[in-house]
């Protein structure tokens, strides 16, 4: 292991991809298997359909982005659902020849989160909730 180790710290570094010769056309070690584009003139109709195809659903399915179109649809719902919030709660109009207006009841039931927040009603218990009985002193509670 060690031999090894002492052997690639003696050797001296690689050369940096960017000082070599950067890759062009010519100089590409890489080949491509077929040439691209391929010339039309060339082939027959079928084969000019199926390339068409092909590179159309390429295209189709690299231009996609699911993440994008989820963040879409999350904003579509959101705003949706801000906008019938605020037609219900806040906005005064006409609904079939008939004044709409939100009471101030329901205004205030909004602004307090539907009376989970609201101040007056903070420490009020519920009825259906058990009766707490007063903390007993023993042993848990005593101080050290």
């Known amino acids: 292991m060690f031999p090894t180790l002492i ?5 001296p570094a690689k ?7 950067p890759l ?5 070690p890489y080949q491509a298997r077929k040439v691209w584009p391929p010339n039309f003139k060339d082939l027959n109709h079928q084969q ?7 590179y159309k659903r390429r295209i ?7 993440r994008w179109e989820k ?3 999350f904003a579509q719902l959101a705003t949706i659902a801000a906008a019938l919030v605020w037609l219900l709660f806040y906005s005064e109009f006409e609904w079939w020849g008939k004044k709409y207006k939100p009471s101030e009841e329901m205004r205030r ?8 927040l609201d101040p007056d009603k903070r420490y009020e218990r519920r009825k259906d909730a058990p ?5 007993t002193k023993g042993p848990e509670s005593e101080s050290k």
Request: glycine residues 6%.
């Open 60 to 66: 189709f399915l690299a231009s996609r982005s699911p």
């Open 15 to 21: 050369e940096p991809v960017v000082k070599r010769a």
């Open 48 to 54: 000019q359909l199926r390339f068409e195809k092909k």
């Open 131 to 135: 009766e707490t009985s007063p903390p």
């Open 109 to 116: 039931h909004a602004a307090n989160l539907f009376g989970v």
């Open 24 to 28: 062009t056309v010519g100089s590409n």
């Open 7 to 11: 052997r690639r710290l003696a050797q």
């Open 71 to 73: 963040g879409i649809k």
